[in-house]
């Protein structure tokens, strides 16, 4: 099972980002799959994710910037960033939890998003 991500960048205070994160080479269903992030020195933690019934979840930081998404026929999570802060600068990682024999959890690379003020 491979998690593409992409679509970090840099982007001045106020802009907007969209990520990507596609999941391969599973044939077992994503039950969960979402988005969290790192900065160097601190523990990783949850964005948001999103439930294979569609329901959210948003951490407190980003509710009402970021929005997120995921089309089933192309296995792909979104997530659209929008009023970025300096504050939102971290490596972002997809993870999702499949249903194999038993709930299995899978990260993907991480894709850089900088924030500049």
């Given at each position: 099972?491979?998690?593409?991500?992409?679509?970090?960048?840099?982007?001045?205070?106020?802009?907007?980002?969209?990520?990507?994160?596609?999941?391969?080479?599973?044939?077992?269903?994503i039950?969960?799959?979402?988005?969290?992030?790192?900065?160097?020195?601190?523990?990783?933690?949850?964005?948001?994710?999103?439930?294979?019934?569609?329901?959210?979840?948003?951490?407190?930081?980003?509710?009402?910037?970021?929005?997120?998404?995921r089309?089933?026929?192309?296995?792909?999570?979104?997530?659209?960033m929008?009023?970025?802060?300096?504050?939102?600068?971290?490596?972002?990682?997809?993870?999702a939890?499949?249903?194999?024999?038993?709930?299995?959890?899978?990260?993907?690379?991480?894709?850089?998003?900088?924030?500049?003020?």
């Amino acid at each position: 099972v491979q998690l593409q991500a992409s679509g970090g960048g840099s982007v001045q205070a106020g802009g907007s980002l969209r990520l990507s994160c596609t999941v391969s080479g599973s044939s077992g269903r994503i039950n969960v799959i979402g988005w969290y992030r790192q900065v160097p020195g601190s523990e990783r933690e949850l964005v948001a994710t999103i439930t294979s019934t569609d329901t959210t979840n948003y951490a407190d930081f980003v509710k009402g910037r970021f929005t997120i998404s995921r089309d089933n026929a192309k296995n792909t999570v979104y997530l659209q960033m929008d009023s970025l802060k300096p504050d939102d600068t971290a490596v972002y990682y997809c993870k999702a939890i499949i249903l194999l024999r038993a709930f299995v959890p899978y990260w993907g690379q991480g894709t850089l998003v900088t924030v500049s003020s």
